[in-house]
């Protein structure tokens, strides 16, 4: 069975930088797309951004283009998160998932999902 762990959040001050990991651990390794999300306090689960593994290809919400990049190790089966220029409304629990289709904001196409690691940004 897929395992999903996430890292690296905590608290930062606006325009700082945070990078979070996904560490993928078991069975079922083969995944199609490995996607982030983050849910903030009183809102639903969004996708932020999601990389299709077979293409290489890389989307991202408009909300986070250009300040997030999404990365995957592949020999450590770990993918990543780097976040630039972080904004008070970044503030959220963000969340690894997989799944076996093409890139997707829907949060009812990804199998797999970690525990989630939060991301506070405050001044």
């Known amino acids: 069975q897929l395992k999903l762990v996430e890292s690296g959040g905590g608290s930062v001050q606006p325009g700082e930088s945070l990078r979070l990991s996904c560490a993928a651990s078991?069975?079922?390794?083969?995944?199609?797309?490995i996607a982030w999300f983050r849910q903030a306090p009183g809102k639903e689960r969004e996708g932020i951004t999601c990389?299709?593994?077979?293409?290489?290809?890389?989307t991202y919400a408009d909300s986070v283009k250009g300040r997030f990049t999404i990365s995957e190790d592949k020999a450590s089966k770990t993918a990543y998160l780097q976040m630039n220029g972080l904004k008070p409304e970044n503030t959220a629990v963000y969340y690894c998932?997989?799944?076996?289709?093409?890139?997707?904001?829907?949060?009812?196409?990804?199998?797999?999902w970690g525990e989630g690691t939060l991301v506070t940004v405050s001044s």
């Open positions: 998932a997989t799944g076996y289709h093409a890139c997707s904001g829907d949060v009812d196409l990804f199998n797999t």
């Open positions: 990389l299709n593994r077979r293409q290489g290809t890389k």
């Open positions: 078991g069975s079922n390794l083969g995944y199609y797309t």
